[in-house]
């Protein structure tokens, strides 16, 4: 089977994934627990191994020990130059791209995937992967920086879209309006008046600039009374405190869908 889309960049670094990772492992872990077959693509990995290898140790730490990860990368010499670094039957790679190569796996991330593509490609890029996962399966796709500060991430499933996470290292956040940086490839372009994304990031820029007098007590007490400002102003913002003291915030998609 032909891999399907075009080689990326490839850039990568250790850790850069640690967000969305351990987003998944508390979010996404219900899926892998209850599959026959625990398997998870890693599409898309890039030059280098090192974050389809610690996706395979967060989720065995976290979710169940014999869960299988698989990276996928289009470029030949990136699947050789990875397989010094697998680990059989948890962890192993191979050449493939949105169709998956052949496999049906519970869940799927990719990570700064499509920024290089076309806005318009990335709905059939949803539909190709969701379409080949295990029943009940998923999509964790977006980006982030270079250091894993910022990122924001879509969930889809069989349905399409379900929901956009935004996340940031508090500690080096400058603004909420930062994250418009880093908005997965359906969203970036849309940050422009009259889109519900910019609506939100300016609620939230506002909500932040108005909880600088907690600013003393630590970036973590101004996140959280700037998501909770926020949600109390009518946006769906799931209320998991514990994940805001994380840095991240979790919107329903019908919330932010491009116009």
Known sequence: MRPQGVVTRG??????????DNWIVET??????AAPDPLVVDLGYGATPVTAVELRARLAAGVRADVRVVGLEIDPVRVAAAR?????????????????????????RAFNVLRQYDEGEVADAWRTVTDRLAPGGALVEGTCDELGRLGGWVLVDAAGPRTLTLAAKLTTLGSPAELAERLPKALIHRNVPGEPIHALLRDLDDAWRAAAPYAPFGPRQRWLHTVAATRASGWPIE?????????????????????
């Open 11 to 20: 850039t990568t670094n250790p850790n850069r994934l640690r967000r969305v």
């Open 28 to 33: 996404c872990g219900g899926r892998l627990r």
């Open 84 to 108: 010094p670094a697998a680990d059989p039957p948890g962890l192993t790679f191979a050449r493939g791209g949105f169709e998956l190569a052949g496999l049906r796996p519970v869940l799927v």
């Open 239 to 259: 209320h998991r405190p514990r994940r805001w003291r994380l840095g991240e915030l979790t919107v329903p998609w019908p919330a932010i869908t491009p116009l």
